[in-house]
């Protein structure tokens, strides 16, 4: 294959492509996060009112070490009830799952392209 | 280009290698076990209990201990390839020579990222202590926590910036103070020396498994946090004395290390918190160490566990800074980035264009978005690098198999750590999908697009033959 | 004013200091050294792994 001479960049190309490289990355960051798509927030299914040690289901070993941390039944109670929601579909699973093999396939691809390149230029077609 | 011009001052073929500038060759293997050791070991006081939250105690340890396995193979892996590849820039090099362009860029962006959010995290953290112990010596208004953010970073940067024997010297120290913390917290709390608060079975009763099975993959998503950054060892390999011994030896000491003080913090936590406040890392157990120490009720141990937390902060941003900003270094010399960042100080020795480009990238980071998105964004990135590993070893084995070059260090077991690797990344896949699924969707949309930038736009400003720089003989089946 | 203000105060004042000095000391070694110099570092100069790799097939 014939030598590849690249192009040399100038300040001011190399200076858009800085500029370029750090609005994708603070976009992807901050997007999910203006769209309020973003985070897994715990939330309490069932308050219980006046609460007690027992009603929010702890023996009494539990609530003396929530008492030695300054907490009583009140100011523990979201705290202590606030749970993760686990359910899911299956479409989105398969979306996710979808995107990361497309991500693999795509970067495995390209990289074979270029990889060839530079393998037969380094070491001469044989 | 000219190489040499007698008349002028400094390039006149006197320098250190001539005229040229490299990276110093200066540290020894403590200092590779401080890299990798002192960037994760954050990760033992604060972020690893989310995992606690996510599906209990018992999911925790599983998860605790699943991520270990997790991060044994990829320690092996790395140190094999490492061992042979020994450059800055670490798996961006190696993805370069085994797998190909496209891949090195996006697993040299993973690094960059994955530790500039980890930094980012890490100058929060440090932040919220000043202000917990301003609260707690009395001061009445609530602190200003963003000079204290910023100083981190700065700081850091600065040391960096002068020179990396420093640097990782100053990271061996509060490393091993911040390990050896843990121990005496273990020693002190478990009763193993007697006078123990562990209380196991009775915090745990009824409490067992409170999501169930789906709990324990959950937790696999802050399972990671036990260990993330272990693998940058390998950044160091440029300016080690002797690469071949020192980072395979550096990192399996590491690791091993990791994997005793994973162990210890989630023993005498678990032990002393109840799981709800432990696994709740913003409104709860903020740094559970911290907390461990303070229900002990001894002074010495709080103070002793406080310094420990922002030691461990301080290393591992100090770390992250290194090795993102070695990574950001070997991109641009190869003009993977622009050029401009490929220079090295003729004084200090160090990438330090790359150094002073990544402060206010922190520090937008750490000053603009909230800690659990950040560290997610961080895991993000290394979980998609640990992905990459797999495939990089088995490519590796095949197109330069055991006898065709000289390895440092030869990995057992192979492809069996490589097929572990794959499968314990694809339920964190699974488990970051169950919480944070927009994120990873967004990010690897991210990524695609960089991608598709870096291929027809980019590359054409790369020398083709040139970047594969390994004396290596050509790749079988090309 | 107690305290931690003054400390507020110091950790600006350190930070800056910190900033600029890096931002100088950038400034001078990009003025007194030629562009050449300074991106001389080339990957893979390795010299004492270099010589052990031989191919044995």
Known sequence: MAHYDPPKQGKASQLIDVVVLVVLTVGALFVPLWLGMAGAAKSVATPVENPTWEALGQTPAQAAKYEALGYDPASAHDLILARFDYSFSFGALLTMIAVILLYYFLILRFSEVEYREVISEKFGDK | MTDVDITSKTMDGMGPHGTKVGLLRVLGPAHVWALGVGIVLVGEYMGWNFAVGKGGAYAALIACWFAGILYTCVAMIDSEVTSTVASAGGQYTQAKHIVGPLMAFNVGLYLVFAYTMLEAANAITAGYLFSVVATMSGHEAALDQRPFIILVIMFLAWLNYRGVLATLTFNLVITAIAFVAILVLFLATSGVVGGGIMEHAALFEGHEMPYGWIGVLAAMHFGLWYYLGIEGTTQAAEEVRSPARALPFGTLAGIMTLLIAATLTWYVCSGALPWEFLGDGVNGSVAPLFDTARLSGSNALIWLLGIGTLFATLASANGCINDASRAWFAMGRDKYLPGWFGAVHPKYRTPYRAIVFLVPIALIFALGAPLDQVITFSILSGLLGYTFMPLNIIMFRKKWPLNSIKRGYEHPFHPLPAITLLTLCAVTFFAVFLGYGTQLVAMIGFYIVVSLWFHFWRYRFVNRGAQFTMPWPKPQGY | ?57
Do not use: I
């Not at chain 3, 950790?11 to 562009?35: I, N, P, Q, R």
């Not at chain 3, 390795?46 to 191919?55: D, I, N, R, S």
């Open chain 3, 1 to 57: 004013m107690d305290l931690w203000n003054w400390l507020e105060y110091a950790a600006w004042a350190l930070s800056v200091a910190f900033g600029l000095h890096m931002l100088l000391d950038w400034l001078k070694t990009d003025s007194s050294y030629s562009e050449d110099v300074l991106t001389s570092s080339r990957e893979g100069e390795l010299e004492a792994m270099a010589e052990e790799h031989k191919v044995k097939s």
